[in-house]
């Protein structure tokens, strides 16, 4: 009988517990149908839609028939599906298997992960590099591990969420800066004369409007106030500057007047994934140790370490392909601005047609889809209200004719919704 009694009272237990379950799930359900519902009316809503071909100029998306030209990727010198790439990757398969099922520190690092970190090094002009499975662990691992309660970051308003949330993790003092503005960098560099270290972190370029952080002003400020300056080059790294080496080489400056550079292998390096940091040997060294991306991550897989090695050995042997960047950048520029569009950034492939409305940038990706142009509408939460615009991204992989077309697109897409005369 005591048993059967204790048997009903933990069944008992188990349906109150039950019971709460769903009413707590419930009440969950219906604020997040409201947020869900308050994006809807917002005009800020994402839809995916599907690719069903592999990443390159021309795709297959679904519900669409034929090829679309595709001008929204990262993949900015349009080596994702470049066969070499490809081969070695397949390749990297068979040798080195699928997956290390391990973090680096225990039994996952392979010849072709130090192998990788050395190329990294090299074409920065770096002493050493860390690979991470994407740069935004590269970010969320660098601040947290380099600075203290003693130090002090210095960080751009508008820089991208991983260095935003790196920072975060970091107990340094913490100043935010206007954006671009060095006189308001300054002012905050002065007021913080008692800090042990200081570090000024900014993107090289910034992704959503195309421009450049102001570099040789930044570091004439580094070296006035003894401060180290931190870049993210993701969307520089293999493409921008003349041979591709990011926004050093772009103002002249050589490849060593940064002190650390965090960029990725998921855009112009293959767009694949995986992240890295370079720069001193001690603060990759030190990153190893205590970077907790690094050390509780996986290994990057065989196949995309093979794959970014084989774009760092084409990069190595050809300047080529930044070079092609910068002419279809100019050339898309210089005719959008032609038939009227106002179009952000500075000369940089990363081209933002700029609407300001959220439900227009919406309508007008929509019917550049229906022209046979995959673009993409960019409005809050990622670029401010007011801001919202169709973000085009040129690839070395992109003939005069794919931009030609596109601008003609655009130039019926924009006279249609009165955007232009």
């Known amino acids: 009988m005591a048993a059967v009694l204790r048997r009903l009272r933990a069944s008992s237990g188990t349906g109150r517990a039950v019971t709460r379950q769903r009413h707590a799930q419930a009440d969950c359900r219906v604020l997040l149908t409201e947020q869900l519902e308050g994006i809807k009316a917002a005009g800020t809503w994402k839809t995916e839609r599907v690719i069903q071909s592999k990443q390159a100029v021309n795709i297959n998306v679904q519900g669409s028939s034929g090829q679309i030209l595709n001008f929204c990727a990262?993949?900015?010198?349009g080596l994702s599906s470049h066969p070499e790439v490809i081969a070695a990757g397949k390749a990297a398969l068979d040798r080195y298997g699928a997956g290390m099922?391990?973090?680096r520190f225990i039994c996952g690092t392979q010849e072709i992960h130090k192998e990788l970190e050395e190329k990294i090094a090299e074409f920065h002009g770096r002493e050493d590099a860390i690979l991470y499975p994407s740069c935004f662990d590269a970010n969320a691992g660098l601040f947290e591990i380099l600075l203290s309660p003693a130090d002090a970051v210095f960080s751009d308003e508008l820089n991208h969420a991983s260095i935003i949330d790196g920072i975060r993790?970091?107990?340094?003092?913490?100043?935010?800066?206007q954006h671009k503005d060095m006189a308001d960098l300054e002012k905050k560099l002065a007021e913080s004369q008692d800090a042990r270290m200081r570090l000024i972190a900014s993107d090289g370029v910034f992704s959503m409007?195309?421009?450049?952080?102001?570099?040789?002003?930044?570091c004439e400020l580094a070296d006035k106030y003894g401060a180290l300056v931190f870049l993210d080059e993701c969307h520089a790294t293999g493409f921008f500057g003349h041979t591709g080496r990011g926004t050093e080489e772009f103002y002249g400056m050589g490849t060593s007047r940064v002190d650390i550079i965090n960029s990725t292998l998921g855009k112009?390096?293959?767009?694949?994934?995986g992240g890295y940091t370079t720069g001193p040997k001690e603060i990759v060294a030190l990153l190893r140790q205590r970077a907790r991306p690094y050390l509780f991550s996986n290994s990057l897989p065989p196949a995309v370490v093979a794959c970014a090695s084989k774009v760092f050995d084409l990069l190595l042997s050809n300047a080529g392909l930044a070079e092609k960047v910068q002419s279809n950048t100019q050339r898309f520029r210089k005719k959008m601005t032609d038939v009227g569009f106002t179009i952000a950034g500075e000369d940089h492939p990363i081209c933002?047609?700029?609407?300001g409305d959220a439900r227009l940038a919406s309508q007008f990706a929509d019917l550049m889809l229906e022209r046979g142009i995959y673009v993409i509408g960019f409005s809050y939460p990622v670029v401010p209200v007011g801001k919202a615009r169709i973000r085009v991204q040129l690839s070395a992989?992109?003939?005069?004719?794919d931009i030609d077309r596109t601008v003609d697109a655009f130039t019926s897409v924009?006279?249609?919704l009165g955007v232009i005369s």
Do not use: E
């Open 209 to 218: 409007d195309g421009n450049v952080t102001p570099l040789p002003q930044m």
């Open 268 to 273: 112009a390096l293959g767009g694949a994934a």
């Open 397 to 401: 992989a992109h003939s005069n004719h």
């Open 414 to 416: 924009g006279q249609q």
């Open 352 to 355: 933002p047609v700029m609407l």
């Open 169 to 177: 993790l970091c107990k340094a003092r913490k100043f935010r800066y």
């Open 74 to 77: 990262n993949n900015y010198l």
């Open 101 to 103: 099922a391990s973090v």
